[in-house]
């Protein structure tokens, strides 16, 4: 953060079925495969506060609009994303930059989420002044998320995977775990030169609730609030800090046998005190429209997918 001030004067365990007693409550859609695309509208923005000099710093990413294909069978969900330039908000800078990947693993109540974010282009701006474009600056997030979610009416499936359909109302509370390494660059940048990398844990635990509105129409929401450390090297200058976590998720959506469309609306913060007197916010914004299609997963996947389950429930026995 030391490097940031003085460009201001310019500026689980595995269960892979659920008991037939719930049943009612969703359903699976068994042996197929959902593939959706989607246009993501998601960046990292970060916020640096002076508290000792009364100035706060935004760093906002460029490029925010992504094209993402995603592929979701059984458990398993993969997307990658990126942002092409044919979209009229990623063409006013060049050499911007924003790539996304995503990776979610849900055995029965657990959920496993892994996600990438790497940005290039960013602006800086100070309340009353002008934003100052610096088009090598980067920044890089890799890490995910744990959670183990209580009810078993309530599948996490039919928010993340597009695989399942809740049938009628419920609601849980989970428990989490959160571990993101960031990084925000700008040695490439002869104003900035200088690196700075965070490592954050916290714990967090959160409610979700799928509200079933008519056979094919539901809205879920979630709210999660936590707390953990956060790892500063700025430069060799490290700290060790108290953080805090929270999120909030709105999920309208569609479900036929066939098709299925609908929008996810997440927004996460974490906030942290680098050194006496800085503290530095970190948010991801996330909104997304989908529209999908399930087909019939070929004999060979079915089989192979049907062996690592059996494999698993032997090995858990």
Known sequence: MKNWFPILAI????????????????????????????????????????????????????????????????????SVGFAPKFFADNQDNKGSRMTSLSFEFTPGRWMQRLEYYNQKGMTLKTDGAPGLYFSRLESTKIGGSTNYFFNRKFSYRAIALQNVQQLRSAGSFSAGLIYYYTSLDGNDEPEIEGKTTFLDIAFTPAYHYNWVIGKHVNLVGGL??????????????????????????????????????????????????????????????????????????????????????????????
């Not at 037939?20 to 970060?46: C, G, H, V, W």
């Open 11 to 78: 500026l689980s365990f595995p269960c892979f079925a659920q008991q037939d007693s719930i049943a009612p409550y969703f359903r699976e859609f068994k042996d197929k495969i959902s593939t959706q695309i989607f246009l993501l509208n998601t960046s990292n923005d970060f916020e640096i506060d002076y508290e000792n000099d009364d100035l706060t710093v935004e760093i906002i990413p460029n490029i925010k609009t992504t094209l993402n294909i995603g592929f979701q069978y059984d458990i398993v969900s993969f």
């Open 224 to 317: 999660s609030i936590g707390a953990g450390i956060n790892f500063i090297d700025d430069e060799g200058d490290d700290t060790t800090s108290a953080l805090y976590t929270s999120s909030l998720m709105l999920a309208p959506g569609y479900n036929s046998d066939r098709w299925f469309f609908g929008a996810h609306l997440r927004a996460n913060y974490m906030g942290r005190e680098a050194n006496n007197g800085v503290n530095v916010g970190d948010s991801i914004v996330y909104a997304t429209a989908f529209v999908g299609y399930r087909f019939d997963a070929p004999e060979f996947l079915i089989s192979k997918t049907q062996q690592i389950k059996s494999k698993f429930l032997k090995e858990n026995k």
